[in-house]
């Protein structure tokens, strides 16, 4: 069983930045895909960014293309989530997540392929 802890989150004016981390430990961490989902008050949780075990293949929810940026270091076991050009949409709990299966070419996940999750981070985003 892996556990996922992140940090980083915050508040921010809304253009600035926030780098979220999310750090890894117990079972395997580098076979698997790993995600960024968000959660607002009153909305359901959705797929935000995911990223391939071996981090060649990335792919972003339409509504952070070109603003949020997926990484991963596995030496490190840490999961990055490099957030530029924020705005008050944004605002919402930040969860981390890893799949269940491990060795999965598509770096989109759904909750559903979701093995673990987070405890989650707020962020938020002041117009």
């Known amino acids: 069983q892996v556990q996922l802890v992140e940090s980083g989150g915050g508040l921010v004016e809304a253009g600035g930045s926030l780098r979220l981390s999310c750090a890894a430990s117990?079972?395997?961490?580098?076979?698997?895909?790993l995600a960024w989902f968000r959660q607002a008050p009153g909305k359901e949780r959705d797929f935000v960014a995911g990223?391939?075990?071996?981090?060649?293949?990335?792919d972003y929810a339409d509504s952070v293309k070109g603003r949020f940026t997926i990484s991963r270091d596995n030496a490190k076991y840490t999961l990055y989530l490099q957030m530029n050009s924020l705005k008050p949409e944004d605002t919402a709990v930040y969860y981390c997540?890893?799949?269940?299966?491990?060795?999965?070419?598509?770096?989109?996940?759904?909750?559903?392929?979701?093995?673990?999750w987070g405890q989650g981070t707020q962020v938020t985003v002041s117009s």
């Open positions: 997540a890893i799949e269940s299966r491990p060795w999965r070419p598509n770096p989109a996940i759904t909750i559903g392929d979701v093995g673990n």
């Open positions: 117990g079972r395997t961490f580098r076979g698997y895909t």
């Open positions: 990223i391939t075990s071996t981090g060649s293949s990335t």
